[in-house]
């Protein structure tokens, strides 16, 4: 299942990139997620590895593209999806346009159920980028 998501930011793209690149920010706005922490030594980059607790359920995300105020992509990996989140990011004045493209892949029994939470998937992703901007903005 593919789904997309996109806010515009009033804050520069230097300031924002870094913000969402760094997976340790996200508890801070996803509602999704408790807890996350870096396994590899900085700098944050392609191959930087997170654990993350997301839904109650450990994942690992590692950084597999990583062009710093363009564009970072994750691959995380949980028992029940695999998700592939790609973030652009593009100057919008003076702010930022942030647009992101997810693509999940589910696993087992969550297969059969994904068609179902389907909607409440696609409502999801927007209200976590709304969460991003309001935390974005207040940095």
Same mark, same amino acid.
């Given at each position: 299942?593919?789904?997309?998501? $996109? $806010?515009?930011?009033?804050?520069?793209?230097?300031?924002? /990139?870094?913000?969402?690149?760094d997976?340790?920010?996200?508890?801070?706005?996803?509602?999704n997620?408790?807890?996350?922490?870096?396994? $590899?030594?900085?700098?944050?980059?392609?191959?930087?590895? %997170?654990?993350a607790?997301?839904r109650?359920?450990?994942?690992?995300?590692?950084?597999?593209?990583?062009?710093?105020?363009?564009?970072? #992509? %994750?691959?995380?990996? #949980?028992?029940?999806?695999?998700? #592939?989140?790609?973030?652009? /990011?593009?100057p919008?004045?003076?702010g930022?346009?942030?647009?992101g493209? /997810?693509?999940?892949?589910?696993?087992g029994?969550?297969?059969?159920m994904?068609?179902?939470?389907?909607?409440?998937?696609?409502?999801? %992703?927007?209200?976590? /980028? #709304?969460?991003f901007?309001a %935390?974005?903005?207040?940095?």
């Open positions: 299942m593919k789904v997309r998501a $996109t $806010t515009a930011i009033d804050q520069p793209v230097s300031d924002v /990139f870094p913000l969402m690149a997976n340790r920010n996200e508890p801070r706005w996803n509602s997620l408790s807890d996350s922490e870096l396994l $590899t030594a900085e700098p944050i980059g392609v191959g930087s590895r %997170f654990r607790v997301y109650g359920q450990e994942c690992i995300a590692v950084i597999a593209e990583h062009e710093p105020d363009r564009v970072v #992509t %994750f691959e995380v990996d #949980t028992k029940q999806i695999d998700i #592939t989140g790609k973030m652009s /990011f593009s919008a004045g003076s930022t346009q942030l647009d493209e /997810f693509d999940l892949r589910p696993k029994v969550m297969r059969a994904l068609p179902l939470l389907a909607p409440l998937v696609r409502r999801d %992703f927007p209200r976590q /980028f #709304t969460n901007k %935390f974005a903005e207040q940095r």
